[in-house]
């Protein structure tokens, strides 16, 4: 069965600066797709970024980019020029290409200080 | 209205009450899902619906019945709920099961079985 791992419930970063969130899966499947999600504090949550895991290009969007290390199982998320508005609870997942569920890990709540 | 909306945003409930949660999407997608979100835990599939038929069922006790009438529609019926049942429920729908395709997420009910 495939598991994600977020290790850090909380970090913190100072507006304006760089932050990266780590992310860790486990799959014995070689195509698949990761995603970063993100919650704020009103609770809808809203998708970020995603990778398909065939390709080696990493993704970005805007100020989120991804680190994707496929043989390392390691998909983490950068987020450059930090803004207050970024601060919520930052979940990553996973999802066969068979398609099905999505499978969460424990999330990583950022808090930003102006 | 556009997105995923879920009413009530908050419930409070006895445990011999008799409850339900909706959930509607009004993106025009095959496919929905109930999520239990607790604290300090990853989201947890509940069940899946596409086409208006379930296709996944994460071993949920029967004090949870999930309905689908059409695609656009999605309820959970509550009964005879424990303590350990408050929580956020979130529902989501996405285009379909297969693919990378986003899904989106309404804004959740808090739970609270007293």
């Known amino acids: 069965a495939q598991t994600v791992t977020q290790s850090q419930p909380e970090m913190s970063v100072q507006e304006a600066e760089t932050v990266t969130l780590s992310c860790t899966y486990d799959t014995s499947e070689s195509d698949y797709y990761l995603f970063w999600y993100k919650q704020p504090p009103s609770r809808q949550m809203i998708l970020v970024i995603r990778q398909e895991a065939y390709k080696q290009q990493n993704a970005t969007e805007n100020r989120f980019s991804v680190n994707f290390q496929k043989a390392a199982k390691s998909f983490s998320l950068k987020i450059s020029d930090s803004q207050l508005g970024d601060a919520a609870m930052y979940f990553c997942?996973?999802?066969?290409?068979?398609?099905?569920?999505?499978?969460f890990g424990q999330g990583t709540e950022l808090s930003v200080k102006p | 209205e556009t997105g995923v909306t879920q009413t009530p945003r908050h419930l409070v409930m006895g445990m011999t009450n008799k409850k339900s949660l909706k959930c509607e999407q009004h993106l025009g997608h095959n496919a929905m899902y109930w999520y239990k979100q607790s604290a300090k835990k990853p989201l947890e599939l509940m069940f899946v619906y596409s086409l208006e038929e379930r296709v996944e069922n994460n071993s949920v006790p029967s004090r949870f019945s999930p309905e689908c009438p059409n695609s656009s529609h999605l309820f959970l019926h509550l009964h005879t709920l424990q303590p350990e049942d408050s929580a956020l429920y979130l529902c989501?729908?996405?285009?379909?099961?297969?693919?990378?395709?986003?899904?989106?997420f309404g804004p959740g009910t808090r739970l609270t079985v007293t």
């Open positions: 989501a729908s996405s285009q379909d099961l297969q693919g990378w395709g986003e899904q989106y």
């Open positions: 997942a996973y999802r066969s290409s068979q398609g099905g569920k999505l499978i």
